[in-house]
């Protein structure tokens, strides 16, 4: 199956006292394929992170449907939600934990045994073994970043998807995170990410689809992209 579908999926969020709600996805449809990079291109408000939150579990869709490596989400949501590490936009951990921690915990949370956790090779894999036992709040932002990448690496998922990775970072940590994103794509991890810079989308992803107010409106190979914008 390709690692992600999405067959005409409609979000309409609630409205304020019974009016009509925003209408953020207007019937998208899209597959990903296994294997590559691919970037969910768009404008502010273009609907990326809803769509994102529909595979993530976190928003219901109004209609469609969406499989995750094969699995629906609404009749195995079990199942599509191991098959998916979300690396969202905000930075969500306890502060007063330790990146080791951090990993432990989550591993818990998906109730890997310890014997299985792998919590000291993803702080290899993100560069922060020598960070394993400081405090969450004493890492920097790039060291934050990594982390939540680990985090959503624990349960061992085929497919990783990063909501907008390098808004508001500097050049610097922007390179740190694209070589780290390519190096988990060459480990054989299909990656999705959102942005809305076309420079990144170009530079990083195979395939690209774009989305505006709630629309596709292009999907093609980045390299026949290139050019049209
Ligand atoms: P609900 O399920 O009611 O939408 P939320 O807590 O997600 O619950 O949002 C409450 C309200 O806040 C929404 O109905 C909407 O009016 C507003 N809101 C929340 N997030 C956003 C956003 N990103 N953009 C616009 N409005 C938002
Ligand atoms: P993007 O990630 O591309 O910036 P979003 O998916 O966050 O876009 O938002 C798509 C549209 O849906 C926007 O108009 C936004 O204001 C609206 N929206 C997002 N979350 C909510 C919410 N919880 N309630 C109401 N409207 C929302």
Do not use: I, S
């Given at each position: 199956p390709p690692a992600i579908r999405i067959d005409n999926v409609v979000k309409r969020y609630a409205g304020v006292k019974g009016g009509e709600g925003k209408?953020?996805?207007?019937?998208v449809s899209f597959d990903v394929p296994q294997g590559g990079i691919f970037g969910l291109l768009g404008p502010n408000g273009a609907g990326k992170s809803t769509l994102i939150n529909i595979l993530a579990g976190l928003v219901t869709k109004t209609s469609g449907s969406a499989e995750i490596w094969g699995f629906d989400i609404d009749e195995q949501p079990r199942n599509a939600k191991r098959s998916i590490g979300i690396v969202p936009q905000e930075i969500v951990f306890?502060?007063?934990?330790?990146p080791f921690e951090v990993l432990e915990n989550h591993g818990g949370f998906y109730g890997i045994p310890k014997a299985e956790r792998r919590s000291e090779e993803l702080l290899a894999a993100v560069h922060l073994s020598d960070k394993?036992?400081?405090?969450?709040?004493?890492?920097s932002g790039g060291m934050k970043r990594r982390l939540l990448i680990a985090k959503a690496m624990v349960h061992s998922p085929p497919i990783l998807v990063l909501d907008e990775?390098?808004?508001?970072?500097d050049v610097e940590l922007r390179g740190q995170l694209w070589e780290l994103v390519r190096k988990l794509n060459g480990e054989g991890v299909t990656v999705v990410l959102t942005t809305h810079y076309l420079e990144e989308a170009e530079e990083l992803c195979d395939e690209i689809a774009i989305i505006n107010h709630g629309e596709l409106i292009a999907h093609k190979p980045t390299r026949e992209l290139v050019g049209m914008a």
């Open positions: 209408l953020a996805l207007k019937g306890d502060p007063f934990f330790t394993r036992d400081a405090y969450a709040r004493t890492l990775p390098t808004a508001g970072v």
